[in-house]
């Protein structure tokens, strides 16, 4: 089983950063593959990023390619998204998420979910 708080939201102006983090229970996350979704009301779950078990391999949205950064700390149990150029269209409720494997853009998919964080970038 694993367990995952997020932790980082809050409010911040056009422009602007922040950093999520996501710590992870259990003894075996640095096998986990990691990633964050975000989600507006009354829309699916979108994808944002994700990272392997290693952190050798990244994997982002288009949308957020060249302005987020995912990375991880196994020694920590945690992994981060690093937020720059923050625009009011980011604005959501972000999940972080693990699974065995990486396991693509498809919410559906991934196992474990974190209770999320709201992000919210004012204009």
């Known amino acids: 089983q694993v367990q995952l708080v997020e932790s980082g939201g809050g409010l911040v102006q056009a422009g602007g950063s922040l950093r999520l983090s996501c710590a992870a229970s259990g003894r075996t996350f640095s096998s986990w593959s990691m990633g964050w979704f975000r989600q507006a009301p009354g829309k699916e779950r979108e994808f944002v990023a994700a990272?392997?078990?290693?952190?050798?391999?990244?994997y982002y949205a288009d949308s957020v390619k060249g302005r987020f950064t995912i990375s991880r700390d196994n020694a920590k149990n945690t992994v981060y998204l690093q937020m720059n150029g923050l625009k009011p269209e980011d604005t959501d409720v972000y999940y972080c998420v693990a699974d065995v494997g990486y396991r693509g853009s498809y919410y559906q998919f991934w196992s474990y979910w974190g209770q999320g964080t709201q992000v919210t970038v004012s204009s």
């Open positions: 990272i392997n078990w290693s952190g050798g391999r990244t």
